[in-house]
């Protein structure tokens, strides 16, 4: 049985900084693109970063990139989210997922595994 958990969601002012971490169990976590998207109420999720499979190439949002950093590591079955200069506007659930691809991917229809959330709030 696939799991993902995530892990390092909370309450930050606006300009400060928070990590999420996924902890992927029951799959070949070296085999799978990583990713991580959110949701904000009322939106459709929307990807955030995508890490190859050995890490060697990333994906970020337009919105993201300079602020957020995609790890992983494939000896502790994790993938984590380092996100600096939050803004409001970060405000979301962050999922973390899973994709079976050779290539990095962006489209959340190409992930099959999903974690429950961490909710991310981010104050003015």
């Known amino acids: 049985q696939v799991q993902l958990v995530e892990s390092g969601g909370g309450l930050v002012q606006a300009g400060g900084s928070l990590r999420l971490s996924c902890a992927a169990s029951g799959l070949t976590f070296s085999s799978y693109v990583m990713g991580w998207f959110r949701q904000a109420p009322g939106k459709e999720r929307e990807s955030v970063a995508v890490?190859?499979?050995?890490?060697?190439?990333?994906y970020y949002a337009d919105s993201m990139k300079g602020r957020f950093t995609i790890s992983r590591d494939n000896a502790k079955n994790t993938v984590s989210l380092q996100m600096n200069s939050l803004k409001p506007e970060d405000t979301a659930v962050y999922y973390c997922?899973?994709?079976?691809?050779?290539?990095?991917?962006?489209?959340?229809?190409?992930?099959?595994?999903w974690g429950q959330g961490t909710q991310v709030t981010v104050s003015s």
């Open positions: 890490i190859s499979r050995r890490g060697r190439n990333t």
């Open positions: 997922a899973a994709a079976p691809r050779s290539t990095v991917v962006a489209d959340p229809r190409f992930f099959d595994y």
